[in-house]
């Protein structure tokens, strides 16, 4: 009995020791339940409409119930007062691969953010998400609610998910576990003028080897997207008729088959001109729906893009000038050029996830060199959930839309600017971050 007993006591504590370290091995404290908030006497700037000098938003079942100056505030709601605060819609980054990568350099184990070969198109960002990323704790306590995760390496990289910044597992914070394809477009060989011009500088033995190179990748690509579309047409062919012979099952084709049908989008990653010209000719030869991952060069070509209604996911923002006649704002300046060109697009932080938190300042920078305030606000709201047609759901503050809700202290894309208040999926989320946990433990040090 003694013995009985000594064994159900260490297995209970061993219990308990694993599920402490899970939580302390965790710097995302979980987000409340959903209740029924009313966000009174706030500055709310729901980016669809005029802002609103003093208003209530009521959130409830995690979506927005009512938003304005004259709501009222339903019996057994939880009341913030936000007198002095502003509320806005949180915001999205679009160009990152946050929670799959932890420390890029020295720990491998780490990282999760590309697979071996150059055709991985059912690899899924969604399965090798950590929920308890370091990353996402401080991306989400500047604003930032929700984010496109894509996996990288390779030329058919896999499948980009979109996921709320909330929640201890994957499943909980996954809003769409394949929203796009990415495919990573093989260079050509000639690399231009100024800093990392490396292939021009080894000569045009050297530029036809990389062209030929490319030449055959882009044929085997080609190749795969064809044969996609033949195994839809087959697997649609026998679920019509099981007489026919059953087509055999291929996950990889089988994750191929919406973007090649035009019912997922695919990121095409190009920074260059020619880079960009090149992508968006593939994808309508193969009719695929681009959107532009990179895009440092897109202000260059603004009729073109505009032209082929080819979006923008613009990462380099806060980059250096990569050529050594540019002038040293050109990539400040650039969203500001692509807008008044009239073509669509959303800035992105352009970062695998530690910086990602950067995002609300990349998007001020901007503001700072042409693009206005308004315009460079739905560039990390509106515009990247329009990109990706998800505006009926995420973007601006308006009933029936995902209350995904920021309440600051001022202007948010300052960086003065405090979080207060952070709400995802109708959620209250904590805003203790590894940082603040850092903070804590050392600021009384001597």
Same mark, same amino acid.
């Not at 669809?48 to 100056?69: C, L, M, R």
């Given at each position: 009995m003694t013995r009985i007993r000594f064994a159900a006591i260490a297995a209970l504590t061993a $219990?308990?020791?694993?599920?402490?370290?899970?939580? $302390?091995?965790?710097?995302?404290?979980?987000?409340?339940?959903?209740?029924?908030?009313?966000?009174?006497?706030?500055?709310?700037?729901?980016?669809?409409?005029?802002?609103?000098?003093?208003?209530?938003?009521?959130?409830?079942?995690?979506?927005?119930?009512?938003?304005?100056?004259?709501?009222?505030v339903p019996s057994g709601a939880e009341v913030i007062d936000a007198k002095g605060l502003h509320v806005y819609p949180g915001m999205m980054d679009a160009g990152t691969s946050i929670g799959l990568s932890e420390i890029g350099q020295g720990a491998n184990a780490t990282v999760d953010i590309s697979e071996v070969g150059s055709f991985n198109?059912?690899?899924?960002?969604?399965?090798?998400?950590?929920?308890?990323?370091?990353?996402?704790?401080?991306?989400?306590?500047?604003?930032i609610t929700h984010v496109i995760t894509r996996p990288t390496g390779g030329i058919l990289s896999g499948q980009a998910a979109l996921v709320n910044l909330a929640g201890s597992t994957a499943p909980q914070?996954?809003?769409?576990?394949?929203?796009?394809?990415?495919?990573?477009?093989?260079?050509?060989?000639?690399?231009?003028?100024?800093?990392?011009?490396?292939?021009?500088?080894?000569?045009?033995?050297n530029t036809q080897d990389v062209n030929r190179t490319r030449q055959r990748q882009l044929d085997s690509l080609r190749t795969m997207l064809r044969d996609a579309e033949a195994y839809g047409t087959a697997m649609d062919a026998y679920a019509k008729d099981k007489t026919l012979p059953r087509p055999k099952h291929d996950v990889v084709l089988a994750s191929l088959v919406p973007a090649v049908r035009g019912q997922m989008p695919v990121l095409m990653v190009a920074d260059r001109v020619?880079?960009?010209?090149?992508?968006?000719?593939?994808?309508?030869?193969?009719?695929?729906?681009?959107?532009?991952?990179?895009?440092?060069?897109?202000?260059?070509?603004?009729?073109?893009?505009k032209d082929h209604d080819v979006p923008v996911l613009i990462t380099s923002v806060m980059d250096l000038p990569t050529r050594e006649d540019d002038p040293y704002d050109v990539n400040y300046s650039a969203p500001a050029k692509l807008a008044q060109g009239g073509v669509r697009f959303a800035i992105t932080s352009g970062d695998a996830g530690a910086e990602a938190r950067n995002l609300p300042y990349t998007a001020g920078m901007a503001a700072a060199f042409g693009l206005s305030r308004e315009d460079a606000l739905k560039s990390v709201t509106l515009w990247p959930a329009q990109i990706?047609?998800?505006?009926?759901?995420?973007?601006?503050?308006?009933?029936?839309?995902?209350?995904? $809700?920021?309440?600051?202290?001022?202007?948010?894309?300052?960086?003065?600017t405090d979080t207060k208040y952070l709400f995802i999926d109708g959620r209250l989320v904590p805003l203790d971050t590894k940082h603040t946990d850092l903070n804590d433990k050392f600021k009384d040090r001597p």
């Open positions: $219990l308990a020791a694993s599920s402490a370290g899970a939580q $302390l091995g965790s710097f995302n404290p979980p987000p409340g339940p959903q209740k029924t908030f009313a966000i009174t006497n706030a500055h709310i700037v729901p980016v669809s409409g005029p802002e609103i000098a003093n208003g209530t938003v009521v959130i409830s079942g995690g979506k927005i119930q009512a938003v304005g100056a004259s709501v009222s198109p059912n690899a899924m960002a969604y399965y090798g998400l950590n929920p308890h990323s370091a990353h996402i704790g401080v991306t989400r306590v500047v604003g914070m996954a809003v769409n576990r394949s929203i796009a394809t990415v495919i990573e477009m093989p260079r050509s060989g000639f690399g231009g003028r100024g800093f990392g011009g490396f292939f021009a500088a080894q000569g045009p033995a020619t880079d960009i010209k090149e992508a968006v000719g593939f994808a309508e030869e193969n009719k695929l729906r681009p959107i532009i991952v990179g895009g440092r060069d897109a202000w260059q070509i603004t009729s073109f893009l990706f047609g998800i505006a009926d759901r995420f973007g601006t503050i308006e009933v029936g839309k995902a209350a995904n $809700l920021v309440v600051t202290t001022g202007d948010v894309l300052e960086a003065k």
